[in-house]
């Protein structure tokens, strides 16, 4: 596709459910990052990737929180046990080379996350 | 820890009159730094990096190392201007870190 595509673009569940969100980079990006972002606040980095492997998930607020890429390319959130402070819009990017070297990021619409 | 500031929740200007959007960092070594922006109902984008040194739709940002900033600036503010804007901030080969935001409301 033309940009980074994110699905869905709306999720609503009850607290305690599992969610999974999924991000599709631009082809050949081998940097992919995941954020999120709060009402008011500024993109807060998660976890990003480097080809299939976490280089860095030190912004994982807990254990209920997780990322795969296995083949590189798509990319998958997990929340498990949501709870309502997990409502935010959560940002993926990607670019094509991470850091050191990251250049510009992509990024996608967005899902937006609500935990009722 | 790397961190950015950006002091200004909400800026308000009328058309035609000079912008500018601080921003701070901490950090000791040499930094990279960014200024993204959102306009309404279209996703976060690159607006210009302090490396390029280029001026993007009007803006201009540099990097002043002694004062730890890297302010966004316009001589004459234009109504498609309003937006989001954020600045962020790498160091040391880690992940870019963004600020809170700075909302400008251009006026006519």
């Known amino acids: 596709g033309a940009g980074v595509s994110q699905t869905p673009s709306n999720k609503v569940t009850e607290k305690g459910k599992y969610v999974e969100l999924r991000c599709d980079p631009i082809?050949?990006?081998?940097?992919l990052y995941w954020y999120r972002q709060s009402l008011g606040q500024g993109p807060e980095f998660l976890i990003y990737?480097?080809?299939?492997?976490?280089?860095?998930d030190s912004g994982l607020p807990n254990d209920r929180f997780f990322a795969v890429r296995p083949e590189g390319s798509v990319s998958t959130l997990k929340i498990q046990r949501t709870e309502r402070g997990d409502s935010a819009v959560y940002l993926c990017?990607?670019?094509?080379?991470?850091?050191?070297?990251?250049?510009?990021?992509?990024f996608g619409e967005g899902s937006r996350l609500t935990v009722l | 820890a790397q961190r950015v500031t950006q002091p200004e929740k909400l800026l308000s200007v009328f058309k035609g009159a000079p912008v500018e959007l601080k921003c701070n960092y901490s950090?000791?070594?040499?930094?990279?730094l960014f200024w993204y922006v959102q306009y309404s109902r279209q996703r976060l984008q690159l607006l210009l990096r302090?490396?390029s040194r280029e001026s993007i739709k009007g803006f201009t940002a540099d990097l002043n190392k002694g004062e730890t900033s890297f302010h966004l600036k316009k001589p004459f503010a234009q109504e498609e201007d309003s937006a989001m804007y954020y600045c962020?901030?790498?160091?040391?080969?880690?992940?870019?870190?963004f600020g809170t935001g700075t909302q400008l409301k251009v006026e006519l």
């Open positions: 302090h490396i």
């Open positions: 082809s050949g990006h081998t940097a």
């Open positions: 990737f480097q080809g299939t492997g976490a280089a860095d």
């Open positions: 950090y000791s070594g040499s930094p990279e």
């Open positions: 990017a990607s670019s094509l080379m991470g850091p050191p070297n990251t250049g510009e990021l992509f």
């Open positions: 962020a901030f790498t160091g040391g080969g880690n992940k870019l870190t």
